[in-house]
Every structure is written in structure tokens, then in C-alpha cells.
């Protein structure tokens, strides 16, 4: 009986920026993607390992909500704390 009550939320309630991760994930991704697709190559690096990527490998990037990812092997790794930069 309770179970059917909806709980409506004002604005005010909301937690502020709670979409900001989401957004400036997307617009990672989105510069990784129209580079690679532009023919430009793009530099990932982490504290160990350095790797270009080039209009080949646009389909292995994925972009969810707490993470842009590249497959690597089975997995996926979270690149979105590397540094990323453009090859022109």
C-alpha cells in the first residue's frame, strides 16, 4: 500500500553538480573521437606506459558515467585521469 507513494523532489533538494562527472566525461570523449576520426593520433599516458592511438582504434573507446575506457585485452582500463593530447 505504501510501496505506490512517489517522492517528488524539489531542486533545492538535489545534490548540485551531481551531473558534472557525466558531462566532462562526455566531452573527453567526444575530443578523443573527433580526433582519431579527424586523422589526428592521440597520446594516453599514465605514470608507466605511454600509447598512440590512430583513426584505427576509434572503436575501442567506450564512455560511461564514472569513466572514458579503452579496451585492452578482455578489459577495460579507465584513461580518464591519464593525460591525454593530441598529435596533430
Known sequence: MGADKIIMMSNE???PGRFA???HMRKMFAF???NLNA???IQITTYTRSTVYTKKHVGLFTCG???VYVVSGKS???VSLAG???IY
Open 76 to 78: 577495460k582500463v579507465d
Open 32 to 34: 578523443i573521437t573527433e
Open 21 to 23: 562527472k557525466w558531462a
Open 84 to 86: 591525454i593530447r593530441a
Open 39 to 41: 586523422g589526428n593520433r
Open 13 to 15: 533538494q538535489m545534490k
Open 65 to 67: 558515467k564514472t569513466g
